[in-house]
């Protein structure tokens, strides 16, 4: 079952995360799944993604926040938190994310430019500002 939708701006893909713990990315001109990727090992709540739809942040049920190259596959675990993401939103620099114990955290993330983070191969600015294991 669907829990998260994420349309491109052209309308052509979409980007699906559900509760098999799969993120789907979908050809609406085709309609056809294009791509699966194995990153979460429970249901994927929230999906949030860079303007040129390359990469996706994901979270959800397993307490976890990830971020995938849509084009590589490459996947990094940015966070594991103490309470299951409900909601993302990106802006230039950062990661808002809503989890189930009602509050929002504003986490560093370089959102216009995530494949530094990749690059990177860990993210210790994220995990030691949003108090994260």
Known sequence: MFQSLLLDSTGRF??????DS??????????????????????VWALASTP?????YSGGRDLSL????????????LCQGEHPILQLALD????????????????PAEGRNPQKIIQRGAVW???K?????
């Open 125 to 127: 600015g994220l995990l």
């Open 22 to 43: 799969m993120i789907r990315l979908w050809d609406l001109g085709q309609q056809r799944c294009v791509h699966s990727y194995a990153v979460h090992t429970d249901s």
């Open 66 to 77: 990830y971020l995938t190259d849509l084009t590589t596959r490459e996947s990094l675990l």
């Open 92 to 107: 230039d620099d950062s990661i808002w994310v809503a989890t189930t114990d009602s509050l929002v955290n504003r986490w």
């Open 129 to 133: 500002h949003c108090g994260c294991r």
């Open 14 to 19: 979409c980007l699906s995360g559900s509760s």
């Open 52 to 56: 040129t739809f390359s990469h996706v």
